[in-house]
Structures are given as structure tokens and as C-alpha cells.
Nanobody, 123 residues
Framework: QVQLVESGGGLVQAGGSLRLSCTAS????????TAWYRQAPGEKRELVAS???????NYADAVKGRFTISRNSANRTWYLQMNSLRPEDTAIYYC?????????????????WGQGTQVTVSS
């Protein structure tokens, strides 16, 4: 199985910064994409940022210009650099990965989630 382990959450003041990290372990061939989602209390989980295998990035409008997603495929780790944090960024942040696995000459996609890390931004 593939496991994703997150770190880097915490409590910061508005205007501060945090960097989240997610590392994948287990058996798979490569990443199709990696991403970060977040979920605030009482709200649905939303995509924050993603990066594809060919390094195309996508950001939610609410975080454009403030957050940056990056990936180090060699150590199976990806990051979310969060700057200029606002109270409305407070949420549980989940890392996500889509992976490729080869089985009998066929390529399959698996999707995996981290357990979440709390980010709290005080006003």
C-alpha cells in the first residue's frame, strides 16, 4: 500500500507563513499528480493546489499569489509554501497523490490521501 505522511501544520498569526510537507512511501512507479486540499469546519473539502507530472500547476483563486506548490520526485515529497496567511485559511490540510502502477503491462492510477494537518491562523 501507499501511505502519505504530512507535517508542517501549526498556529500562526495573520500575515505569517507555514510550509507543509507530504512524503509518500510504498510501492508505485511514479506520480501522475500531487495536490493539497483543505477542509474548514462545516465546509466541504476543496482543492488548494496541484502539480502534475509535467510540472503544470493549478491554484484555487483564494490562494493565488500567496501559496506555492512544489515537488521533489526523487524523495517522493511535495510541499505547500503558504505566505501571507489569513484567518480564512484556517482548515485541516490534506495532501493527495495520484500514482501510476504497472500491472501486467498495464498502467493503473491509484489515489491516496494523507491524514491531515491542522493549520490555524489567528487574527
Amino acid at each position: 500500500q501507499v501511505q502519505l505522511v504530512e507535517s508542517g501544520g501549526g498556529l500562526v498569526q495573520a500575515g505569517g507563513s507555514l510550509r507543509l510537507s507530504c512524503t509518500a512511501s510504498g510501492s508505485f512507479s511514479s506520480f501522475k499528480s500531487t495536490a493539497w486540499y483543505r477542509q474548514a469546519p462545516g465546509e466541504k473539502r476543496e482543492l488548494v493546489a496541484s502539480i502534475t507530472a509535467d510540472s503544470n500547476t493549478n491554484y484555487a483563486d483564494a490562494v493565488k499569489g500567496r501559496f506555492t506548490i512544489s515537488r521533489n520526485s526523487a524523495n517522493r515529497t511535495w510541499y505547500l509554501q503558504m505566505n501571507s496567511l489569513r484567518p480564512e485559511d484556517t482548515a485541516i490540510y490534506y495532501c493527495n497523490a495520484e500514482t501510476y502502477t504497472m500491472v501486467t503491462g498495464m498502467r493503473y492510477v491509484g489515489e491516496y490521501w494523507g491524514q491531515g494537518t491542522q493549520v490555524t491562523v489567528s487574527s
